[in-house]
């Protein structure tokens, strides 16, 4: 490939949207880490998130994706969060 075609290449790739969707979550006391689709990782404090700070493994654990994976939601706890991804871009 010529050294053309490489910078063509990589500025359609920089120009491609990152996908912020969620694909995992999970608690690296004391951060709640989120996996996005683009395979990027976002670590936040818990401190941030007194309910989910105080919540027991079980309940932590309990959790399903929303709208897509651009929220989470917690049923134990009654909490979800949708803002959370703003914190990535």
Same mark, same amino acid.
């Given at each position: 490939? /010529?050294?053309?075609?490489?910078?063509?290449?990589?500025?359609? &790739? &920089? !120009?491609?949207?990152? !996908?912020?969707?969620?694909?995992?979550?999970?608690?690296?006391?004391?951060?709640? @880490? @989120? $996996?996005?689709?683009?395979? !990027? +990782? #976002?670590?936040? /404090?818990? /401190? #941030?998130?007194?309910?989910? &700070? *105080? &919540?027991? $493994?079980?309940? !932590?654990?309990?959790?399903?994706? +929303?709208?897509?994976? +651009?929220?989470?939601?917690?049923?134990?706890?009654?909490? /979800?969060? *949708?803002?959370?991804?703003? #914190?990535?871009?």
């Amino acid at each position: 490939m /010529s050294e053309s075609q490489n910078e063509k290449q990589n500025t359609d &790739a &920089a !120009r491609k949207p990152m !996908r912020e969707e969620m694909t995992n979550v999970n608690f690296a006391d004391p951060n709640l @880490v @989120v $996996t996005l689709a683009d395979g !990027r +990782i #976002l670590s936040v /404090s818990l /401190s #941030l998130f007194p309910l989910l &700070a *105080r &919540a027991s $493994t079980q309940e !932590r654990n309990n959790y399903f994706l +929303i709208e897509d994976g +651009i929220g989470v939601h917690w049923p134990d706890l009654d909490v /979800s969060l *949708r803002q959370l991804l703003d #914190l990535a871009t």
